[in-house]
C-alpha cells in the first residue's frame, strides 16, 4: 500500500466496553501511572474511542468517557440528544445539554486526576495527536493533568483477534498468486500493457477470488517506480517498455472490516537485469529481511520499539550507499484500518516508540527511489502472536521476477 495517506475503511464491529475487559485495562492503566483514560470524540476525529467503546455512529456532539484505574464504574458524559447507543455501556452516564453542564460533569470526573488522552507532545506520532488543544486546555483547567495515552491505544484499540489473523494470513497467500501470476504475464507484454490496464486486471483478479480492496493498486513502469505513492491514470500512463523495473504493490481483504494483506512485488521487463537493478534490489530486500530476523531472534520477555526496527532497515540501506534514496519510513500498522493506529516501523518520518506487542499487526517495506531513473519497494505484513512474529505471505518475493 502507498507508504502514507490512504483512504480509511470502516472499523469492524468490537466488542463494548464490558465488565469482563475492565480488569485488564485497570491493569494497564495502573502500568502506564495514570489514575484514568480520558477518551474523547467529537464527529469521528478520535478512531479510537470507536474501538474501545463500540459507538454504534460518529458522536455529532463531543463526548467524553473516563475508565478509571481503580476499578470503579467508568463514566461516560453525552449529549442528551446522544444517548441511544449508550444503554449497554457498563458504567454510569451523565447527560448534558448546555455547555456549563458539560464542563460541570467535566470537572468532576478529571479534577485532581492524571489522565490519559490521545495526545502526542511536540506531534512526534501524528497517528496519536487525536485530541485538540483546546480539549486538552479545557481539561487541564477544570483541574486534571493530561498524558499521552500512547502503549493503551496499542492495547485496547490497535490489536486483533486470532480468527482475524488467520482471515489476513488466507488473503496473503491470495495475494501473493495473484501478484506472481499478474508479473508473470505482464513482462511478455512489452508495448503493449499499460499501467492503467495492468491495474484494472490486478482489480478484477482480486475480485475474482472473492477478495476486496479499498483502492485501487499501485502499478508503476520504469522511471515511475521511483515516485512511492504513483497513481497511473488512463490516457495519462505509461506502456512497458524493454528491460523496465516494473512495481506492483496490492491489497485486500476477506471484506472491507477485515485485517487486508499488503505486499509489494517487483519483476523487471528483460532476462539479465543490469547491475544497478540488483544492486538496489538485492539491498532493499536484505533490508525487509534484516527486520524480519531482528524480530525472530529476539529473546524470550525482550520486547522492540517500530523505531528500532526502522532503524535496522535503515542502518542497512545506508551501509550499502542508498540512505538519502530512502525516503519514508519502513512500514505501517495494520488493524482495521490498512493504515492503522498501532505502533508503525518509523524513527523516520516520526519517532515511534510504542512497544510492539502480540495482537498487532503491520508492513515492512523498505524502498530505495532513484528519481528519473527507477524505484524498488519489497513489501510483506507482519502477525504478532503470542509465539512470535509471523511474517505473511509464506513464502515473499526472494529474487526479481524475470520473463522467462
Given at each position: 500500500m502507498p507508504v502514507s495517506g490512504a483512504p480509511n475503511r470502516t472499523t469492524r464491529k468490537l466488542r463494548m466496553l464490558s465488565r469482563e475487559r475492565l480488569p485488564e485495562l485497570t491493569e494497564s492503566l495502573r502500568a502506564a501511572g495514570v489514575d484514568g483514560w480520558l477518551l474523547y470524540d467529537f464527529r469521528g476525529i478520535n478512531p479510537v474511542v470507536r474501538r474501545v467503546l463500540d459507538t454504534p455512529g460518529m458522536a455529532t456532539r463531543r463526548l467524553f468517557a473516563f475508565i478509571p484505574t481503580d476499578g470503579s464504574e467508568?463514566?461516560?458524559?453525552?449529549?442528551?440528544?446522544?444517548?441511544?447507543?449508550?444503554?449497554?455501556?457498563?458504567?454510569?452516564?451523565?447527560?448534558?445539554?448546555?455547555?456549563?453542564?458539560?464542563?460541570?460533569?467535566?470537572?468532576?470526573?478529571?479534577?485532581?486526576?492524571?489522565?490519559?488522552?490521545?495526545?502526542?507532545?511536540?506531534?512526534?506520532?501524528?497517528?496519536?495527536?487525536?485530541?485538540?488543544?483546546?480539549?486538552?486546555?479545557?481539561?487541564?483547567?477544570?483541574?486534571?493533568?493530561?498524558?499521552?495515552?500512547?502503549?493503551?491505544?496499542?492495547?485496547?484499540?490497535?490489536?486483533?483477534?486470532p480468527a482475524e489473523m488467520d482471515d489476513h494470513c488466507r488473503a496473503a497467500e491470495i495475494i501473493a498468486n495473484i501478484a506472481r501470476g499478474t508479473l508473470g504475464t505482464v513482462l511478455h507484454e512489452i508495448g503493449t500493457a499499460r499501467e492503467a490496464g495492468v491495474q484494472q486486471r490486478v482489480l478484477n483478479a482480486i475480485e475474482r477470488a472473492g477478495l476486496v480492496t479499498t483502492h485501487p493498486p499501485i502499478v508503476a513502469f520504469g522511471k515511475n517506480a521511483a515516485n512511492p505513492h504513483y497513481e497511473p491514470h488512463e490516457g495519462a500512463?505509461?506502456?512497458?517498455?524493454?528491460?523496465?523495473?516494473?512495481?506492483?504493490?496490492?491489497?485486500?481483504?476477506?471484506?472491507?472490516?477485515?485485517?487486508?494483506?499488503d505486499?509489494?512485488?517487483?519483476?523487471?521487463?528483460?532476462?539479465?537485469?543490469?547491475?544497478?537493478?540488483?544492486?538496489?534490489?538485492?539491498?532493499?530486500?536484505?533490508?525487509?529481511?534484516?527486520?524480519?530476523s531482528r524480530l525472530e531472534t529476539l529473546a524470550p520477555g525482550n520486547s522492540i520499539t517500530g523505531a528500532e526496527l526502522d532503524d535496522v532497515a535503515r542502518a542497512l540501506i545506508v551501509q550499502r550507499g542508498y540512505g538519502d534514496a530512502f525516503v519514508h519510513r519502513t512500514g505501517h500498522s495494520i488493524d482495521?484500518?490498512?493504515?492503522?493506529?498501532?505502533?508503525?516501523?518509523?524513527?523516520?518520518?516520526?519517532?515511534?516508540?510504542?512497544?510492539?506487542?502480540?495482537?498487532?499487526?503491520?508492513?515492512?517495506?523498505?524502498?530505495?527511489?532513484?528519481?528519473?531513473?527507477?524505484?524498488?519497494?519489497?513489501?510483506?505484513?507482519?502477525?504478532?502472536?503470542?509465539?512470535?512474529a509471523r511474517p505473511t505471505p509464506d513464502v515473499p518475493q526472494e529474487e526479481l521476477i524475470l520473463q522467462r
Open positions: 467508568p463514566t461516560v458524559v453525552a449529549h442528551k440528544i446522544e444517548l441511544q447507543g449508550l444503554q449497554d455501556f457498563p458504567g454510569r452516564i451523565i447527560p448534558y445539554a448546555a455547555w456549563q453542564e458539560l464542563h460541570e460533569a467535566l470537572r468532576s470526573i478529571v479534577d485532581g486526576k492524571r489522565v490519559a488522552m490521545e495526545i502526542s507532545p511536540n506531534d512526534t506520532v501524528p497517528y496519536l495527536d487525536r485530541i485538540p488543544h483546546g480539549v486538552v486546555q479545557l481539561v487541564e483547567q477544570l483541574g486534571g493533568t493530561v498524558v499521552p495515552s500512547n502503549d493503551l491505544v496499542t492495547r485496547f484499540a490497535a490489536r486483533v483477534t500512463d505509461e506502456v512497458l517498455g524493454p528491460d523496465q523495473v516494473v512495481l506492483l504493490d496490492l491489497w485486500g481483504g476477506k471484506s472491507k472490516r477485515s485485517v487486508f494483506a505486499q509489494t512485488w517487483m519483476g523487471f521487463s528483460g532476462h539479465a537485469p543490469p547491475e544497478d537493478v540488483l544492486e538496489v534490489w538485492t539491498t532493499v530486500r536484505d533490508a525487509r529481511k534484516a527486520v524480519v482495521y484500518d490498512l493504515h492503522g493506529i498501532g505502533p508503525h516501523l518509523d524513527n523516520f518520518e516520526t519517532n515511534d516508540v510504542r512497544t510492539l506487542v502480540p495482537g498487532i499487526a503491520f508492513s515492512v517495506e523498505p524502498g530505495v527511489y532513484l528519481e528519473g531513473r527507477f524505484g524498488v519497494r519489497s513489501e510483506i505484513n507482519v502477525l504478532m502472536r503470542e509465539d512470535g
